[in-house]
């Protein structure tokens, strides 16, 4: 099983970035997947999730209304489209992997594979 993230960089406050996360070794289409990110010096947190179909998602507060979670079933990628990016969205991004048939749940422990992280830094 792996998971790896692309698509961080820097961006200007009010810009875009699309991560990536391509996946592989497992049926990617059962599963339900999420993001999470982690700032220096604070805790991991949950960003968004989505469930094994693709039909249903969740976001944090956070980034409600500013961030898309989808999954390309054919492609075995899940993507995370981020608009109007804000200067405390700076973190290190992770995909990760979900339960079969899985919902898109916010609970860290609900997910067993993780990747090593992209970084996204917003900055003027």
């Known amino acids: 099983v792996q998971v790896v993230e692309s698509g961080g960089g820097l961006a200007q406050p009010g810009g875009s970035l699309r991560l990536s996360c391509a996946a592989s070794?497992?049926?990617?289409?059962?599963?339900?997947m999420g993001w999470f990110r982690q700032a220096p010096g604070k805790e991991r947190e949950f960003v968004a999730a989505?469930?094994?179909?693709?039909?249903?998602?969740s976001y944090a507060d956070s980034v409600k209304g500013r961030f898309t979670i989808s999954k390309d079933n054919a492609k075995n990628t899940l993507y995370l489209q981020m608009n109007s990016l804000k200067p405390e969205d700076t973190a290190l991004y992770y995909c990760?992997?979900?339960?079969?048939?899985?919902?898109?749940?916010?609970?860290?422990?609900?997910?067993?594979?993780w990747g090593q992280g992209t970084q996204v830094t917003v900055s003027s």
């Open positions: 990760a992997k979900g339960r079969k048939w899985g919902g898109s749940t916010s609970t860290g422990d609900d997910y067993n594979y």
């Open positions: 070794g497992f049926t990617f289409g059962s599963y339900a």
């Open positions: 989505i469930n094994w179909s693709g039909g249903s998602t």
